[in-house]
């Protein structure tokens, strides 16, 4: 709640950075929508955070995973984040040719 009133003050939308692929070229880049997506996380609309960009959610078990894997380590940490990783890739890729369709 604090969080998406301090949002609301500083109006971070206004800071966002355009997609040049999209300013140039004419049309959405693998990576579109997700800046918003993860403001849409920080103000605690996890739906509109997944419709706006859909791999969020596998890109931050990927980090996470990344960052709490060198201090815990697992046996089969390797496999774990080439799936995560193959996830992610998967996810954004389906998003990006949902697009076009």
């Known amino acids: 709640m604090q969080v ?4 609301y003050f500083i109006n971070v939308e206004k800071f966002m950075l355009p997609c040049f692929s999209k300013q140039i070229f004419g049309f959405d880049c693998p990576g579109c929508g ?12 996890f739906v509109e955070a997944f419709n706006m ?3 969020i959610y596998p890109m931050i078990l990927l ?10 380590k697992t ?7 080439n799936m995560l990783m193959l996830t992610t890739v998967a996810f954004i890729l389906i998003n990006y ?5």
């Not at 046996?75 to 984040?81: L, Q, R």
């Open 63 to 72: 980090f996470c995973f990344l960052l709490f894997g060198k201090t815990i």
């Open 97 to 101: 040719t949902l697009k076009f369709i």
């Open 4 to 7: 998406s009133a301090l949002l």
């Open 34 to 45: 997700l800046q918003r997506s993860v403001l849409f996380l920080i103000k605690g609309e």
């Open 75 to 81: 046996k089969y940490s390797n496999n774990i984040t």
């Open 53 to 55: 960009y859909p791999a």
